[in-house]
């Protein structure tokens, strides 16, 4: 499912278009209490390797590691699945969108938040460069009455949408997004993703690292 958000009619003919498209998906099928027991499973082992740069998410744990892994990359039967739901849905996306891509890059990891951790604002892109901004993306896998929040570029507006199991947004990379404060005693848990048109489109060092799997979309 489609939408866009518009902040503001006023557009200067040579202006940034500020507004927000977003792809909902959802999805059932998929086993998430065997793949959030599998990812916790896992944090276990990713808590042994150095932490790096979070993203400014101020969350740390298994997202200040993301460099050590790609999500997809893991060999588990929900991972499979969890790897054909986001294939479908940004092939739906582009489709609608009328973009060919024949094949797209990502880079794939997970959030850990427990009790009273939120995800700071932050960019997958900043807008320095958000020309070259593709498709960010993440996937609830945890009940726990929270939203995400995307914001405007000057981050006075906000959209929130509830964090269901199953749902999946697409949304574009440099749009500034955090999460309300986690209050459950249970840990909630996201999958998050940057999708790439292409290869050089990539940091260098993401692509030297190992993290970035391709995706065949036809």
Known sequence: MYSEYIYDNRTSPLGINTNIWMWQGFDKTINYNALNNFLLDFEKELLKKPEL??????VGGTTARYKHYNLLNLQHSEIQKLEKYIIYNIQSFLNYKQIKCESVYIQCWYNVLDKDKQIAIHQHRGVDD??????SGHLSTTENNTKTYYTSLNKKNAIGLDNEVGKLILFPSYIPHYT????????RISIAFD???S??????SYVKSGII??????
Not at 180 to 187: C, E, S
């Open 53 to 58: 740069n979070d993203g400014g998410t101020g």
């Open 130 to 135: 958000y020309h070259l901004s593709f498709i």
């Open 180 to 187: 309300d404060k986690n209050i459950n005693n249970n840990k």
């Open 195 to 197: 999708v790439y048109p």
């Open 199 to 204: 290869i050089e489109f990539i940091d260098p």
């Open 213 to 218: 799997k391709k995706l065949m979309l036809r």
